[in-house]
């Protein structure tokens, strides 16, 4: 189990950009995968985006050349760079982190509206 606080959502443009944070309570490198989802209002949530403890990355094909997640383990925390952003990006991200060797394995961030809109 792990604590993930996440911010950065706001209100941009199409075209714009944006960085959304997900702070951990504790080393990313040892939790096996972290990443985003998002749930837009009646929708699926779905998933996004992933990075694993040794760095490698996947990315949903709706989002794929648009949105990048980098890391910091320094600061225990993962992003989700987000440009070329269209309405249909518009949701409630959420930050989520697999930790397979604990008893509760999978956390949740409180997630972070992100609305495309001109």
């Known amino acids: 189990q792990v604590q993930l606080v996440e911010s950065g959502g706001d209100l941009v443009q199409p075209g714009g950009s944006l960085r959304l944070s997900c702070a951990a309570s504790?080393?990313?490198?040892?939790?096996?995968?972290m990443g985003w989802y998002r749930q837009a209002p009646g929708k699926q949530r779905e998933w996004v985006a992933r990075?694993?403890?040794?760095?490698?990355?996947n990315y949903a094909d709706s989002v794929k050349g648009r949105f990048t997640i980098p890391r910091d383990n320094a600061k225990n925390t993962v992003y989700l760079q987000m440009n070329s952003l269209k309405p249909e990006d518009t949701a409630v991200y959420y930050c989520?982190?697999?930790?397979?060797?604990?008893?509760?394995?999978?956390?949740w961030g409180q997630g972070t509206q992100v609305t495309v809109s001109s």
């Open positions: 989520h982190a697999d930790v397979a060797g604990s008893r509760i394995r999978y956390s």
């Open positions: 990075i694993t403890h040794d760095g490698s990355t």
């Open positions: 504790r080393s990313i490198v040892t939790i096996n995968a």
